[in-house]
């Protein structure tokens, strides 16, 4: 099913909390407000089925900290399904170590583990824990796990990471990962103008070092630079019209709104009920609904050249 800007919902990133056992200063929280539910392994099944009928295909689950959930494992076995081509984990990394082989026989099929600093001393600064050590050693049993491709979210971060990027660049080469340069998202408060780094002459440096240069158009057009030694994405959401307009993902909070778009909390559907109550067809109104709710946060030039359809 393709919303009303003819972008179809292929992807459903499920937060499966709030919590977590981090406090990284400039976090967005994935747009989720505090909940007062919580939704269990055989709900959220019940959701990815509903899912699937409307062109769900990929499965991220996030939080808060996934891996803070006791039943993470049970969650990840239950939305492996057939018609479910990826199921993946955005991660923090710092429990993944013990985890990672159960959770990859439970059918997660990769991970996105996040990590901005290969330095203890900035570790501790963005995230408000020592534990730099615990990540390193889950990106390993990520890895030795199969959980590939292994992707690192980098934020990009003004006076406190950009000088790591070299860095960060030839520990992912090194291993085989992929690492994903992130532009910091103004999630409110103060520290979007102190720390927003504009990430255009570090992409400019990639393109003249880069063999190829990749457009992924089912990833909200963004760039992959294949450098001699490894790869590199490019996440540039600020202002992007680009980006929005080839936004094929829906959001779950971990109370069970079904949310069209990470930047607004004012046009969420709620799916849990109907899911509590084996109401499918309230089920499939509530994804119907939330699908024609969305609509690109950057419009800019987009309006000109992607037009809303009446649906
Ligand atoms: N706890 C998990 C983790 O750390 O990966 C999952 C949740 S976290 C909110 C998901 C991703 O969002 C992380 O890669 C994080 O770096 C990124 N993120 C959080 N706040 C952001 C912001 N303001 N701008 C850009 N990315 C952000």
Known sequence: MRDRWGRPVIGLRISVTNECNLNCFYCHHEGCLNDSRRMSPQEIEK???????????KIKLTGGEPLVREDIVDIVAAITKPKIEEVS??????????????LADAGLNRVNISLDTLDETTYERITGRKLLHEVLEGIDAALAADLTPVKLNMVLLAGVNEHEVERMITYTSERG??????????????NFTTYHRNLDDIEQSLRERAVAVRTRRSMQARRKYILPGGEVE????????EF???????????????????????NLVDLLPHIGAGDLEGARKAFAEAIARREPYFKGAAREICVPRSV
């Open 234 to 241: 490019v996440v540039k959401p600020m202002h992007n019209s």
């Open 177 to 190: 990962i992929i690492v994903q340069l992130i532009e910091l998202l103004d999630a409110g408060g103060k």
């Open 244 to 266: 929005c307009m080839h936004c094929t993902r829906l959001r779950l909070t971990p109370d069970g709104h079904l949310k069209p778009c990470l930047m607004r909390n004012d």
């Open 89 to 102: 984990m955005t991660t923090n990394g710092t429990l993944l170590a013990k985890i990672a082989a159960e």
């Open 47 to 57: 959701i990815v089925e509903v899912g699937t009928e409307f062109g769900i295909r």
